[in-house]
């Protein structure tokens, strides 16, 4: 029985589709370091000395991940899959924690723009495909060349996940009524 090995093209696109997710935190988080340390001491789980490291480190290991998971060599490519499986699920971690400390009130520190997210159960869920998706990454590559039409293939897969992406964020981020009525 063969081992689990992962189409060329739809490599490329999940690697690409989670390295541009990290690149995108990384600059997010860069562009205004205060805020996010003010946001890792919210979750409360690093003693306050190392706060100050932590905040600028996630943002270093998040550039350092998007760049690793472009490398295309099969070692390489591997370890740098695991390690953003590793990141999200520090990341869920850390959610859990806090969900089960009963503090839903804490911005989660992952959006994009200035408003404030909330942790919740579905950064859980959100966090666990992740990971999924990084091991999925980290399978051996089947031996088929990339041919032009994959191109094609990777920019499709690409722009209908960050669409994807985008609208679920957009819809986590919508508030309910909890009382299941109809608007």
């Not at 999924?132 to 897969?157: E, G, I, N």
């Amino acid at each position: 029985m063969s081992a689990l090995q992962i189409d060329p093209a739809i490599d490329v696109a999940i690697r690409g589709g989670l390295a541009l997710l990290f690149a995108a935190a990384a600059l997010h988080k860069l562009r205004d370091l205060t805020r996010f340390r003010a946001i890792v001491v919210a979750y409360e789980v690093l003693p306050s000395t190392l706060v100050s490291a932590a905040a600028p480190l996630v943002a270093a290991c998040e550039a350092a991940l998007a760049v690793g998971l472009l490398f295309p060599a099969d070692t390489s490519r591997t370890v740098w899959a695991l390690a953003a499986a590793a990141m999200f699920a520090l990341y869920a971690v850390a959610i859990a924690v806090n969900l089960y400390r009963g503090r839903r009130d804490i911005d989660c520190g992952c959006g994009f723009g200035t408003a404030s997210e909330k942790i919740g159960p579905a950064l859980l869920v959100r966090n666990a495909f992740l990971v999924t998706v990084a091991l999925w990454a980290s399978a051996p590559r089947a031996a088929r060349s990339l041919v032009a039409l994959d191109a094609f293939t990777v920019f499709a897969a690409l722009a209908g996940s960050a669409l994807l992406y985008a609208a679920s964020e957009k819809l986590r981020g919508l508030p309910s009524s909890g009382r299941g009525e109809t608007p």
